[in-house]
């Protein structure tokens, strides 16, 4: 879907990519709407101090619900998963372990539980982040070859 949203209809466990710099986009799952106001649940880094990431790790981090237009006023939605894993009942299943997310403190890893890994896992049960393979599929070979060329 494209990035013009007027008229995008949502289903509640959808996930929703917001776009991000040229390397990553932020996810969330479309939670539903209270008092007429959309929600995205999303995994976010709770305080403004740890922005800063170190190494690509932030131990301050939560699973937030926010308004949509809060998150992002551009997304598209990305169930990119659904051919090899079935989306997960959001009412009983993903709603539950959403709000059971929200209670505890989560360590956000760039590598190993982004927003992507979280969005992913809340509604087909499998933790997967393209955006990172994208990453290390430029940079996997390059070390590969450095390695080759090496042993010669």
């Known amino acids: 879907m494209g990035l013009n949203n007027s008229h995008l209809k949502l289903y509640p466990g959808d996930i929703l990519e917001f776009p991000g ?3 990553f986009s932020h996810y969330g799952i479309y939670y539903g709407e209270r008092d007429g106001v959309p929600y995205v649940a999303h ?3 709770r305080d403004s101090d740890t922005r800063l990431l170190l190494f690509g790790r932030a131990l301050n981090a939560a699973v937030k619900l ?3 237009d809060v998150v992002g006023k551009k997304f598209r939605v990305k169930n990119y998963l659904d ?4 989306p997960r009942d959001f009412y009983s299943i993903i709603k539950p372990e959403i709000e059971h997310s929200m209670t505890k403190p989560v360590t956000f890893d760039i590598l190993f539980n982004n927003s992507e890994h979280q ?3 809340f509604r087909n049960g499998v933790k997967k982040s393209e955006q990172i393979e ?7 070979p390059t070390w590969k070859d450095l390695f080759e060329k090496r042993k010669i």
Do not use: E, G, Q, R
């Open 21 to 23: 710099n040229s390397f």
């Open 119 to 121: 969005a992913t896992m």
């Open 66 to 68: 926010d308004p949509l």
């Open 134 to 140: 994208k990453v290390y599929s430029k940079i996997v």
């Open 83 to 86: 051919d090899k894993h079935p």
């Open 43 to 45: 995994l976010t880094i």
